[in-house]
């Protein structure tokens, strides 16, 4: 996924490790320190404690996220937001900060998802470009991985 965003963007990579996602448990700090540990290798990151990406936006102006479209569709759940209405107006904050998303597809129980596959908020749409099944498909879960490292 990293080869394929520098490659579009022609810019660099910094990878964002949020330590209080929206709708996960926090990091502990075994899990933190097991994080960073893979970034030794002279990738640049950042901790956070931003869990919605409208709080992201604010961090980090002018940025391109690399995203799954499992991550899109938290995005645009309207549990995490006041209202429909709250929604679209956070959402707003991806033109006003200039925030771009790389959309890779994946894999959510039997269905393959895409960007194509989800509808987005006519204000933003422009904001996000995706890389189809042909590109890209690693049906490998980050939660996955965790588990059987522990």
Sequence with gaps: MSELAEKKTGLGLAYEICIQNADKPPLSYHEIEKTLNQFNHGHEWVLTKAGKFTDKAELFPNSVFIIGADTLTRILDEKFYLNRQDMLNQLD?????????LVFGRKIRDSFISLESVSIPEHIAKRFSGFGEEIFRDDISSTLIRKEES
Excluded: C, E, G, P
């Design 93 to 101: 904050l991806f033109n006003s900060h200039n925030i771009n998303f």
